[in-house]
């Protein structure tokens, strides 16, 4: 079983950046593709980004266009969200996602979660 393992978000003004990162608890030869999710209260779970095996990167929201960007450290098997410009409506549980097979914008499709971040962006 794999489990991973969720860091960083927290509160944050208008226009201001976090990091958030995510680490598989197994390494294996080829990285499991990665993506992140967020869910809002009342609202279904939002795809947002992804980082496949081989660091090919699909985007899957506009409302985080040109804002968040995904990254991958192979050394320390982490994958990063790193979120600028964050705004009220960011505020959400971000989540990440490993596949064991590609990246998707469809939750459903993945097979391990992480434990979820709460992300608050508030004046």
């Known amino acids: 079983q794999v489990q991973l393992v969720q860091s960083g978000g927290g509160f944050v003004q208008p226009g201001g950046s976090l990091r958030l990162s995510c680490t598989p608890s197994v390494r294996r030869g080829r990285p499991y593709p990665i993506g992140w999710f967020r869910q809002a209260p009342g609202k279904e779970r939002e795809g947002l980004l992804c980082i496949s095996y081989d660091d090919l990167k699909g985007y899957y929201s506009e409302s985080v266009a040109n804002r968040f960007t995904i990254s991958r450290d192979a050394a320390n098997n982490t994958v990063y969200l790193q979120m600028s410009s964050l705004k009220p409506e960011d505020t959400a549980v971000y989540y990440c996602?490993?596949?064991?097979?590609?990246?998707?914008?469809?939750?459903?499709?993945?097979?391990?979660w992480g434990q979820g971040t709460q992300v608050t962006v508030s004046s």
């Open positions: 996602a490993a596949s064991r097979d590609r990246c998707s914008a469809y939750h459903y499709l993945y097979d391990y």
